[in-house]
């Protein structure tokens, strides 16, 4: 089996406790992987796909995604390793995107990705992903919130779910208990030790 290369990007809080999802992880599957974190400057700027108005405080979406996915196609240029590409929340939603951009991740750990992104769903329904397996992931009670975009994010994962298994895809779509915030770092290390099996 080739080595797996796990790539996941992280901001200033997450790298706090990196070191303790890279654990939760070998906890589950051994030690037979290596994990890249790749930092961002921007998490709104940095991951977002496209260009999008705020959907909660000031700050908007500025549409970088594509200088982050080249700065991890750097990293991810070694044909005999396996590369999973994830993350939680907007970086889930990266992950999910950069799939649709490369054939060169296998898998995708997309925890709790923020699929309530303007345009998205259809921007998924539309193309075709180039990885093999998904994993998606989401809290309980993340889709009853009040926020009315962010609300569509249940439905918006469903439409995915069922759209990646009907195109052939091996998708799993896995609830969690609670809402957005709760369990990031175990959340996010079953993702990736799913995507690795």
Same mark, same amino acid.
């Given at each position: 089996?080739?080595?797996?290369?796990?790539?996941?990007?992280?901001?200033?809080?997450?790298?706090?406790?990196?070191?303790?999802?890279?654990?939760?992880?070998?906890?589950?599957?051994?030690?037979?992987?290596?994990?890249?974190?790749? *930092? !961002?400057?921007?998490?709104?700027? @940095?991951?977002?796909?496209?260009?999008?108005? &705020? /959907?909660?405080?000031?700050? =908007?979406?500025?549409?970088?995604?594509?200088?982050?996915?080249?700065?991890?196609?750097?990293?991810?240029?070694?044909?005999?390793?396996?590369?999973?590409?994830?993350?939680?929340?907007?970086?889930?939603?990266?992950?999910?995107?950069?799939?649709?951009?490369?054939?060169?991740?296998?898998?995708?750990?997309?925890?709790?990705?923020?699929?309530?992104?303007?345009?998205?769903?259809?921007?998924?329904?539309?193309?075709?992903?180039?990885?093999? *397996? !998904?994993?998606?992931?989401?809290? @309980?009670?993340?889709?009853?919130?009040?926020? &009315? /975009?962010?609300?569509?994010? =249940?439905?918006?994962?469903?439409?995915?779910?069922?759209?990646?298994?009907?195109?052939?895809?091996?998708?799993?779509?896995?609830?969690?208990?609670?809402?957005?915030?709760?369990?990031?770092?175990?959340?996010?290390?079953?993702?990736?030790?799913?995507?690795?099996?």
């Amino acid at each position: 089996m080739n080595p797996v290369v796990m790539i996941q990007p992280v901001d200033e809080r997450e790298m706090s406790f990196i070191d303790d999802e890279i654990a939760a992880i070998r906890d589950i599957i051994g030690d037979d992987f290596r994990f890249v974190p790749v *930092k !961002v400057d921007n998490w709104n700027d @940095d991951l977002s796909p496209w260009e999008a108005p &705020p /959907v909660f405080g000031k700050e =908007g979406f500025g549409g970088g995604a594509q200088k982050t996915l080249d700065t991890i196609m750097k990293i991810a240029d070694d044909p005999s390793n396996t590369y999973i590409i994830g993350g939680y929340s907007l970086a889930g939603l990266f992950a999910l995107w950069a799939a649709y951009q490369t054939d060169v991740f296998e898998s995708v750990a997309a925890a709790s990705p923020s699929v309530w992104f303007p345009g998205f769903t259809k921007y998924i329904t539309e193309h075709d992903i180039k990885a093999q *397996k !998904v994993y998606l992931s989401l809290g @309980d009670k993340e889709e009853k919130v009040k926020n &009315p /975009v962010m609300s569509t994010v =249940g439905d918006n994962i469903r439409t995915i779910h069922a759209h990646l298994k009907s195109s052939g895809t091996d998708c799993i779509l896995e609830y969690n208990s609670g809402n957005h915030f709760k369990d990031v770092l175990q959340r996010t290390a079953r993702a990736f030790a799913a995507s690795a099996r």
